[in-house]
Structure formats: C-alpha cells, structure tokens
C-alpha cells in the first residue's frame, strides 16, 4: 500500500491540468489570432495554413514567390477554432490568408496552385468587403488577426490572381 | 401446478401465536461499544431487523424451536449462533461482536431485492456507509459515492463501470432508488443527487452491472440505492453547519473576481419516535457563491419520513422530499473573443458574454409509501406507491424553456421461502410518467412489469435465475415488450474466498426527453427522434473475493463485459442526407445507431496493516470500449469513457481524531461526443482530497480541502470541474 501511495505523488507531480496559453506568445514577432472553421472537411484536405503578402499578388507566379513565410506551418483544422501564430519580419502585409491544400506535393511553383484554395482572409475591421492591412511591429506581434474558414466556400486562386497557362 | 399453489398456501399460512416467540437483545463490540445499525437476521426467512441508537434489537413471530441467528455490523465479524426459542415467550440473545477492519458489507439488499445477510452478492455490490460520508465531510450524495472504485460522475452524471457516457440531462443508464422506490426523473430519466441531505441517508449501496432483471429499464448499467435513516426511539436531533471557501485560479491571468467565493449550508433534523410510530423531518438551506463565473446555486430542501406499526407483522413506511433549487448556469467557458480573453485562447473561469444571465429554477419533490407484511417466517409480501415530480425553467438567451415531469410509481411484491435454502420473489409494477414542456412537448410513458426470481442454496454454492418482462407504451400506443433474464451463482469456498458469476440481459427505454427533445445546444439544433428502440445489451461478471491475504488485507476483482446493440447516442445529421448543404442544416438527433462493447477489469483492495489506527483502499477500474455504427465498419472508443480509473483512500485514527486522504485519477478519455464541434482541451483527472475529523461526545467537526492541489481539468469539453475547496463542518447530534 505504501507502493501505492508513491504512485499518487508520482501521478501528482506529471502534469498540472489545464495551463493558460496565449494566444501571441510573448517572445513572438509575426501574426496571431484564430481561425473558425465551418463547413465539411473535403475528404482531399492535407492542411490549413495562414500566409502573408507584402503586396497583393497579382500573378501566379506572385502567388507563390511573394509568400511568408514561404513554407508555412499548418493550423489544427478538426476542431471549430484554432489558434495560430505565424514568424514574419516587421512591416506591413497587404494579404493575410488562411490557405486550405489538398493532398499532393508542392513544388514551389506556379503549378502549387492547382492544390491550394483560399479558405478566408483577413478583413479590414473597418469595412469587412474589403482585404485588411496588417502591420507587424518591431520585436513584437500584431494580434488578433482573426480568420473564418468555411470548407464549403473554398476559392481558386484565379478568383484573386490572374494565372497563365502552366 | 396444483403442488405449487398448495405450497405457496403453505408458506403463506400465518403461525399461530402459540408456535412464536420474540427475540430480543442487544449488539456491541468487544470493547463494549453498543452497535448502531447492526442487522441481525434468522435466515432463510422473512425475519430481520437493525439494531436502533441504543444497540438494542427485537425480532417478532420467530418460530419456536431451534433457531438460527445471524448478527453482523459493519467493520465487525459476524456472528452465527442457534438459540432454543419458547412458543409465546421473549428471549434475549445479546450479540458480541469483533471489530474486523476487513469484515464484509453484513447485508446486501440491493442485488436481489431481499436481503443477504452475511451472503456475497453474484454481481459486485459496493457499499457506502453511513461511517464513510461522515468521514468524507460531503453533502450530497454523489460526493459520498464519487470515490468508489468503478465510479465515476461527469457533470452529475454517474458512470458505472463506463455505463452511461455523458448527454446533457436527458438520460441515465444507472437507476437511482431510495429506499428502493425508483427515483429517475420521469421526463429525462436523469437523477436528482441533490434532492436528499447526506443527514438523511444511512448508507449507499452501488450495483454494477445490469439489474434489468429485477428493477427494469435504466437499471441497464446498474443501481445506485440510497437507504435513509430509520427513525429510532425516543427524541433525537442532529445540527449541521458547515461554511468554506473557494480557491482562487492559480494563474493570475484566469482571475474573475476580487473576492474569493465563499459557501455554506445548514441543515436541522429532528425525530420522535415509540415502538410502534415514529416520525422525522428535516430542512437545509446552502449557498455557493461557484468556483467561476456566473456560477451561484441557492438551494432549500425539507424531507419527512414516518414510520406506524399498526400490528407486529406489519409495517407502513411513508417518506417524501421537496427540494427548491435556483442556481447561475456557467454554460461552457469563453473560447477567444467571447468575453474578455485578455489574449487567452480560452478562459475556463468566465463564459461567453453571450451566456450572461442564464439560470435554472428547479423544483423537485416526492412522496412514497410503502408497507410490509412478515405473514410468516416463511412470507412476506409488500406494496409501495409514490409520485416524483420534477419542474424545471432553463433561463437562456434568447429563449427560456421549461419541463414539468411527473413519475406515478406502483408495485407489488411477494417473498416467499419455502424452504430454508430457497427463497422465491415475484412482482408486478406499473409506472406512468408524464411531461409537459416547451422543448420535449406534451407525451406520456407507460411501462408495465411482471418480475420473478428463485434462488436455491446446494452446498457452497447459491444459484439464482429469474427473468423480468417490459411492456412499454408511449402516448398511449403500442405495447413493445421487453424481457430480461438473468442467472448468477457465487460459489463460498470458505477459506479461499468467494466466487460470483453472472449473466443477464439488461434494458433501457428511450426517456421522452430523448424522443421528442427540440432545442438548441452547442449552436446546433437538437431535432426529436419519437422512433427510438429500447437499447439492450447481455452482461457477463466474473469475480472473485479473497479471503484475508496475510490477515491484513482483501481483495475483490471482477472481469465484466457488457455487449449492447441499438445504443442511444447523439448523431450529427444533415438534412436532408443527400445534399450538400451549409453548416446551418446540420443538426444533433439521438439515435440507435451504435453496437457497443464495454469490458474491462473492476479490483479494489482494502488494507489494515496497524489494526484500529489505519485503513487503506485501493480501487482500479480498466475500460475498453468500442462501438460501431450502423452500416460502418470501423470501430472507435465510446465517448467519455476513461481507460483507467484509479482511486486511493487512506485513514488513520487516533484517539477522538483521524486524517484522511483520497486520490483520484481518471485518464483522458479518448473520444468525446461531437469531436471536431467542442474544444478538444481535456487532461486527465488528478485530484486529491485531504481531511481531518474530531469526535467528542455529540460533537464533530470535520475539515475538508477537496482537490488540494488546486488541480485544473475539465470532465467534459469546455466546462471546468471545481477547484480546491476548503470547509469545515460542525455537527451536533442528540
């Protein structure tokens, strides 16, 4: 019995519940915020990532050159909100999507954006029919940048860009 | 035929006075204590009685002769003797019995509805005494039982064995009794914990495993039976005041408010009573100011009980209950953005802004009525009535909804031992329920039953078989018929401990909140299902419980394995199904629509390695769930249900004092109902309790610091499970 009671403090002492988590991290400079998703997952989903342009794309090619950070880390699309954060260089951003990809490889190249779609992007508070500018400060994050994704409603690229034959 | 009915004559045949004597004495310990509760039993009857404040006992009608008695107490061994009993004449027999830390549950009655003295049950039976909930300084009657091995409650709702799962207040696969009068909501089928002060309750009995077979539908996963305080002679009161204090968020930046949160509660009893009546009231009051935000519960309960003997065989027993609740509804707790987050990506201790002003007012209540008849030594039969009402009024944004359920209860009951190695049960019930609300309709349930069970004693082993069938009827429909067999055997190798086995099939009626539920939960529509089926499901139980291991230690361990078809569980749809259409059209309706196991191992092990100073106990519960819906293949977890429960209890006594302490730990359940919608944050359970307790005289006080740790988790998703809880509780009793 007494086994039994070294096991309580061992159980005791790994883990301690449910913790605070910051949506920005403090040390961060880049973006954060959250995304809502909504709709039905496509069967073909492989991630969900949030990227950034400093100007709008208006090619293809910008599409996928212009992007920040170039390789994108993905955001947990299961559940009905998730919080992301993203590293980028202080300045400002023009174009701040989230980025639904379908199974397949990229190749950095304009033919990536057959596998992609916009899933949703940030919105000027101000007016929300219109693209929102994000400035990220010097040594520090710009929060709440938030997305809503709706699986249902996903767009080509070429309903922002103009893509010439590949 | 003819053979049977004469023999049921037979056994009913009242004595004459002549051929009876009484049996009366008194029942303490080795040290000389007298023995509250204590049961003493002529077994193979329909005799027994406890023992009242002053250890004193007295059995009527036994016949003359040569008779064998059975006295048993808990923490004590029991006492087989025979005594020589004179037609017409009183005999004192006085018991003396030894403590014995590791002495066995005296009675079990909540197995096969007749008591078993000194007998283990086929299926395993925990018990809760009144010893246990005092020691444990809780005040409601889930508290008293959380910590039992196999045992687990998320938001109120209790789990045994994996049974139930987690919906909202619309079902529950454990029947509740008091006093074994059935006391699930008619409406939702869910338990009312709070409805009786734990000054009322003398002990807990927990069945688990499927007890369809004698108590019917919501029995499917087992029978949690609360045994209220007889009332024992002359004037007696009992005061009860306890006061505490919430812990703060242990992170500064989850803090809510400037002020701790403070409670407390009051409770009064008081009972007068002679040989032949006797008659208990009792009334609390509590208030909770919640461990977060929007979280304020006033409560008020009255209870009566009386007691009128109006001849030496007969009994009438009337009890009822009106509890008036008004409490704060936290809801779940604010995801980002919906409150003020403060750059959280949750807030586990305040709400979305949108949940301010949710409340429930609740008003509950019963009545029952019981009498028994002891005709013989040899029969017995009894009869009870009773009514629960339940009113609810759910303030929401936008809307309010409101339920008012009504269960009318009936049932008969014969006992019959015609000989002294068998004894027979046979019963019929009727319950009617009704309900009125905004969000179930307007709909009503009848079930009808006959029941029937033997048990017949050869040698070492005692086997039993009988079978219960169902009729069910909703809004005055057609009749589906459910039956429910079971045969169990416990074989008592004396020395080597006792073996149980058990199977039987088991049932549960859909409640008519499941079948015609219309709101809104999660931001989804809850739509009504009215062609619901009864789930049901074969049980299987093999047990064993040792004999002393080392003289200072017991085991008991149990392999169950429950296969269940037509489960009802929450579904996400999409109307219609063959169309692709917005977030908005999905909807949650209830559904058979899952096959499911549950198996697992079930051991607890108690321990008393300094004799009269320390106790310990070890509980472990291993789940293996799965389920598979219909047309579908793939298997996965049953929602809410945790692989591994471990609990750890230890008390040690000094004196007029002791110090305890519980450990809980509960893993990550892998699954929950509606994945992908809720947020996944869930962590394991880890909780520790630590408490102490003083007795002088007619004074306790008690300390309790639940969850010491200040352990943060959550049961189910988004909606934060209490934090440390400091109170003191001061009692006095006369």
Redesign the interface.
């Known amino acids: 019995m007494r086994k039994a009671w070294l096991v309580i403090v061992v159980l005791a002492a790994c883990g301690r519940g449910l913790e605070p988590e910051p949506i920005c991290a403090p040390s961060l400079v880049g973006l954060c915020g959250t995304v809502h998703f909504s709709g039905t997952i496509p069967d073909s989903t492989d991630n969900v990532f949030v990227a950034a342009y400093v100007t709008f794309p208006q090619t293809c090619n910008d599409l996928i050159q212009n992007r920040r950070p170039v390789i994108p880390g993905s955001v947990p699309y299961t559940d009905s909100i998730a919080a992301y954060s993203v590293e980028l260089t202080p300045g400002a951003y023009h174009w701040v999507l989230a980025v639904w990809k379908k199974t397949g490889n990229l190749t950095l190249t304009a033919a990536d954006t057959a596998l992609l779609r916009v899933a949703g992007y940030y919105r000027d508070p101000a007016d929300s029919t219109q693209v929102g500018m994000v400035t990220v400060p010097n040594g520090a994050a710009a929060g709440d940048i938030d997305f809503r994704v709706n699986f249902d409603s996903l767009r080509p690229a070429t309903d922002f860009v103009t893509c010439t034959a590949q | 035929m003819h053979r049977a009915i004469a023999t049921l004559l037979l056994v009913a045949a009242p004595l004459s006075a002549a051929a009876q004597g009484v049996l009366r004495g008194t029942v303490r310990s080795t040290q000389g204590d007298l023995l509250v509760g204590a049961s003493i039993a002529i077994p193979g009857t329909t005799l027994s009685t406890r023992t009242d404040r002053q250890g004193m006992y007295r059995i009527l009608l036994v016949p003359a002769g040569s008779v064998r008695v059975h006295a048993g107490a808990i923490g004590h061994a029991f006492v087989d003797t025979t005594v020589a009993l004179t037609g017409g004449d009183s005999t004192t027999l006085d018991f003396t019995l030894r403590p014995e830390p590791l002495a066995l549950p005296p009675v079990d009655v909540v197995s096969d509805r007749v008591p078993h003295f000194g007998e283990r049950p086929a299926t395993t039976v925990a018990q809760v005494s009144e010893r246990d909930i005092s020691r444990r300084a809780v005040t409601t009657v889930d508290e008293a039982i959380d910590h039992v091995a196999g045992v687990q409650f998320v938001n109120g709702q209790v789990n045994l064995r994996g049974s139930t799962g987690y919906v909202q207040g619309l079902n529950s696969r454990v029947l509740m009794t008091v006093d074994g009068v059935p006391m699930n909501q008619g409406d939702r089928g869910g338990i009312n914990w709070d409805l009786l002060s734990v000054d009322d309750i003398e002990s807990v009995e927990i069945l688990k495993g499927a007890g369809s077979s004698l108590y019917g539908s919501a029995a499917f996963g087992g029978v949690v039976n609360v045994t209220t305080r007889d009332i024992p002679t002359g004037l007696h009161t009992r005061v009860r005041l306890t006061g505490g204090m919430y812990a703060d968020p242990p992170?500064e930046?989850?803090k809510f408010r400037d002020t701790p949160g403070l409670l407390g509660s009051g409770d009064f009893a008081a009972s007068y009573g002679t040989d032949t009546w006797g008659g208990r009231i009792s009334a609390g009051d509590r208030h909770s100011d919640g461990y977060r935000e929007q979280d304020q519960d006033d409560h008020l309960h009255f209870a009566g009980k009386a007691r009128w003997q109006p001849s030496v065989n007969t009994r009438v027993d009337v009890s009822g209950a009106w509890a008036v609740d008004r409490y704060d509804v936290p809801l779940t707790w604010c995801?980002?953005?919906n409150c003020d987050d403060r750059?959280?990506?949750?807030q586990?201790f305040m709400i979305d802004t949108i949940d301010r002003g949710a409340r429930t007012d609740s008003r509950k209540g019963y009545v029952a009525a019981q009498v028994r008849t002891t005709v013989s030594p040899q029969f017995a039969w009894s009869a009870r009535a009773s009514w629960l009402r339940t009113h609810f009024v759910d303030v929401r944004y936008p809307t309010s909804e409101f339920g008012v359920g009504d269960r009318f209860g009936a049932e008969g009951r014969i006992e019959a031992h015609p000989a002294p190695t068998r004894t027979v049960i046979v019963g019929v019930e009727a319950t009617y329920s009704d309900v009125t609300s905004d969000i179930f309709g307007i709909h009503s349930q009848s079930e009808f039953a006959a029941y029937g069970q033997s048990e017949q004693q050869v040698s070492a082993v005692r086997v039993s078989g009988g079978a219960r069938v169902d009729f069910l009827a909703v809004d005055g429909g057609s009749l589906t018929a459910v039956v429910s067999p079971r045969v169990a055997a416990t074989l008592n190798g004396k020395g080597a401990g006792t073996w149980r086995a058990s199977v039987g099939r088991g049932f549960r009626s859909p409640t008519m909140a499941e079948r015609f539920v219309s709101t809104t939960a999660l931001g989804f529509r809850v739509i009504p299902n009215p062609t619901l089926r009864p789930e049901t499901g074969w049980s299987f139980e093999i047990g064993h419980t040792s004999a002393p291991i080392f003289r200072f230690m017991r085991l008991d361990a149990a392999v169950f394995w429950t296969e269940a078809r037509d489960l009802i569980e929450p579904q996400l749809l999409r109307f219609p199904p063959d169309t692709?259409l917005?977030?908005d059209s999905v909807k949650i309706q209830l559904q058979n629509v899952v096959r499911a196991r549950i198996a697992g191992i079930d051991a607890s092990?108690i321990?008393a390695?300094i004799p009269d100073r320390l106790i310990?106990t070890?509980g472990y519960t291993f789940l293996d769930t799965r389920r598979r819906l219909a047309g579908d293949t793939t298997e996965g977890p049953l929602a809410f249900r945790p692989r591994h429960l471990?609990t750890?209890g230890?008390d040690y006594s000094i004196g007029a004092g002791s110090v305890g302490a519980d450990?809980r730990?509960v893993s990550r359940p892998e699954s929950v109902e509606l994945?992908?919608?809720?947020?996944?944050?869930r962590?394991?359970v880890?909780v520790?309790d630590l408490r102490a307790e003083w007795r002088r005289g007619p004074v306790e006080l008690r300390v309790l610091a639940a969850n010491v740790?200040n352990?943060?988790?959550?049961l189910v998703p988004e909606t934060l499970a209490p934090v440390r809880t400091i109170t003191v509780t001061a009692v006095w009793s006369h």
Request: charged fraction near 10%.
């Open positions: 992170h930046i989850w995801s980002r953005g750059g959280q990506v949750f586990p692709t917005p977030i092990v321990a390695p310990a070890l471990v750890l230890a450990f730990y994945e992908g919608f809720v947020d996944s944050r962590v394991a880890k520790l740790l352990y943060i988790y959550n």
